[in-house]
């Protein structure tokens, strides 16, 4: 028999599947008004493409995952079969920037498998929102072990050379804690999320993820121009992910809007999350706060023990007196606890979280603040060393818990990569805050929490995506560059910075910042180490920056100085009916209304750059038929973030929905405005 004749009954014995071509398939799932259709192919691989308003906004981009002991997801894998479905529905959220969450979407469910060897099915389900999707990978082998090595998945921008990033880089020692990059797409090189881009038909972006549960921070990475791509944060083995099987992955989510003002007014991330697990949580307060905190970072008081020490039982119940008249709810107290000695930024295998200084008694605070109708809030420092904290985690608790603490921040600094932990084995293992291990211990500690009614609110953190609407006594978190950069920051936080965060950390979730600083250059207006904004924008601050918590930051003898524009601090609430974003672009200026939660009283925020702006603000948000009186806090005629920063002007007037705001806002300025329904006028 000829060669050619044993070729061809060879290959009449092969499976069919491998002699017979199978067509590529492609199926699309369009968000419910239409504008916005996300494609998935297999041809050539596994991908996604996305077109807003008949527009490409992503290009064909790859997905999938790659593993250690088997075939990577994604090239080979074949549509096998795909379902859609629609979901309209509301929810309330027991605290937040709104009460009434809409989640509307369209959902596509592929299921997929390949014919290659050491290959599992899995499924891929994409959800589309009218302001943007998400989708995730989900594995539906049981009893397996799955050790993830990276992550396939791809955001190819369309016309990067014309679009605009706005970013901070990742995997660096730092952390998040960068002031923004403003770049073209290209430029970029290894970011983390929220990463926003506007394209240049206008099409504002944001890049991220929700429900980050048991799996890898993702940062976004540039190889040729245009080409993002999903990196994991690696755990201290090597490997991206060590999970089961049937894992689910963080849904990879992309915001898509029209306007900058579009991705400030979306629920996506919140929506793509669980509902919540905690059940009755009337136990979580959101509210304001003073605290032993600003005195450390400006040098008037030590953490650690000794004659300038802050955290003492005398200095305690001075600031409760001042929270207490000013209505604030509670007062965090840092330094309070044995190991702050030293170079505590290296203490994290000495803190005690259970054993005071010999000046504080937390009893006698405690009872104190009780009297006052304040509580003490409380704060454990790790510096790192996670291991020292997991074993008296639940003994911190139950002890805040005996005193009545309800709120508690939480601190984990040490540079990227340095976190320490001893594995079951006693060997010193470093992580990322970001590798896996870190992201389930930062749940963990709010699982704990809860057991306690206690509530955490995580500095040096994992980045939100949005896990406040499963565990709501997640307040809070910091996980950018905040307010104490101002004190000794060299350089400080410059003046886009806080309307960069609006567009990028903010779309996270709350953020800690700590605004209200009133002494804004408490070494001179000549120190480079200073506030670089108007005392108006201080005061913005709360309405624009998001949080359930706030901070009324700065010393009370700064606020004594001050006592007509602190009464705007006095007055805003923390927790919002609702907030549209009225006005902005991205990195230059915003405009927030938000109606305070069970009120008819409205707040309005605006901040702004560098750049001085004259704003134009309908009152349209407000309801029709309805008089106000507006108590407006404004940069003042000479106000100049750099020379003149004290300059405010404060009036009355009366408004109604009809009616235009002007709002001059300076260099680095801003303006807060309080209306106060008037059959109810306080």
């Given amino acids: ?120 099915p899995y499924r891929v389900r994409v959800r589309v929102f009218n302001d943007g999707l998400g989708f995730r990978y989900e594995g539906v082998t049981h009893n397996e072990t799955a050790a993830i090595t990276g992550e396939l998945t791809g955001f190819t921008v369309a016309n990067p050379e014309g679009a605009t990033a706005w970013w901070v880089p990742a995997l660096r020692w730092n952390r998040y804690e960068y002031l923004y990059n403003t770049t073209p797409v290209p430029a970029i090189t290894h970011a983390t999320t929220p990463l926003t881009m506007r394209n240049a ?56 809007a029209d306007s900058a003002t579009g991705l400030l007014n979306s629920s996506m991330i919140l929506n793509l999350n669980e509902p919540n697990a905690l059940g009755d949580v009337s136990w979580v307060e959101p509210g304001k706060y003073a605290g032993i905190w600003w005195g450390m970072h400006l040098g008037v008081n030590t953490w650690g023990s000794g004659e300038h020490h802050g955290a003492t039982t005398d200095n305690t119940k001075a600031v409760m007196d001042f929270a207490a008249q000013s209505g604030f709810d509670g007062v965090l107290v840092e330094g309070w606890n044995i190991g702050w000695d030293g170079s505590w930024f290296h203490n994290g295998d000495v803190f005690s979280f259970t054993q005071s200084y010999p000046d504080f008694d937390i009893a006698e605070v405690s009872a104190y603040g009780k009297q006052k109708g304040v509580r003490l809030i409380g704060h454990h420092e790790t510096s790192g060393s996670v291991s020292n904290y ?64 206690i509530s955490i609110n995580t500095h040096e953190p994992i980045k939100d995506t949005g896990l406040r609407r499963t565990y709501p006594n997640w307040l809070s978190r910091e996980g950018a560059r905040g307010q104490e950069f101002n ?74 100085a001050h006592p007509e524009a602190f009464q705007f601090i006095k007055d805003v609430p923390t927790d919002w009916e609702e907030s549209i974003a009225l006005q902005g672009e991205v990195g230059d200026f915003v405009v927030f209304a938000r109606q305070a939660r069970d009120s008819d009283d409205w707040y309005l925020g605006a901040i702004t750059d560098e750049q001085a702006r004259q704003l134009q603000v309908p009152l349209d948000f407000l309801p029709p038929g309805k008089s106000f009186q507006a108590q407006l806090y404004l940069d003042g005629e000479n106000a100049d973030w750099l020379t003149q920063p004290y300059d405010m002007q404060i009036s009355r007037q009366t408004v109604s929905a009809s009616d235009t705001l002007t709002l001059p806002l300076a260099t680095s300025g ?10 109810n006028e306080s």
């Fill in 390 to 453: 997991e074993h008296q985690m639940e003994d911190a608790f139950r002890l805040y818990q005996q005193h009545g603490v309800r709120q508690v921040k939480t601190g984990y600094v040490a540079d990227g990569g340095t976190i320490k932990r001893i594995d079951d084995r006693g060997i010193v293992r470093h992580e990322w805050h970001g590798s896996q291990f870190m992201v389930n211990h930062y749940l963990n500690n709010v699982k704990t929490a809860a057991k306690y009614q």
């Fill in 487 to 560: 004190a000794w920051g060299s350089p400080p936080n410059d003046p886009q910075h806080t309307v960069n965060l609006v567009y990028t950390r903010m779309l996270a979730g709350p953020m800690d910042f700590t605004p209200g600083i009133f002494n804004l250059a408490y070494e001179g207006l000549d120190a480079e180490n200073r506030v670089q904004t108007t005392l108006a924008k201080q005061l913005a601050l709360y309405v624009v920056l998001y949080s359930p918590i706030q901070m009324a930051a700065d010393l009370p003898e700064h606020y004594d």
């Fill in 670 to 679: 801003g303006a807060a405005v309080r209306f106060v329904a008037i059959d």
């Fill in 201 to 256: 038909n206008g099409v504002h972006l944001s890049i991220h993820e929700a429900a980050l549960v048991d799996f890898a921070e993702m940062t976004v990475k540039q190889s040729r121009s245009g080409f993002l791509s999903a990196e994991l944060t690696p755990r201290s083995d090597g490997l991206k992910v060590l999970t089961q099987s049937d894992f689910v992955t963080p849904w990879r989510t992309i915001q898509v």
């Fill in 1 to 120: 028999m000829s060669i050619a004749k044993q070729c061809f009954a060879i290959a009449l014995l092969l499976p069919a599947v491998i002699i017979t071509p199978v067509a590529a398939k492609s199926v699309a799932v369009s968000s419910p008004d239409k504008a916005l259709v996300v494609t998935i192919s297999d041809d050539g691989g596994l991908h996604y493409k996305v077109d807003y308003q008949q527009q490409p906004v992503l290009l064909r981009s790859e997905m999938g995952l790659s593993f250690r002991d088997q075939s990577d997801f994604g090239p080979g894998y074949r549509i096998r079969q795909h379902q859609q479905s629609s979901h309209h529905s509301d929810w309330q959220q027991p605290w937040g920037e709104r009460r009434t969450v809409v989640d509307q979407h369209n959902e596509l469910v592929v299921t997929l498998d390949s014919e290659l060897p050491h290959t599992r």
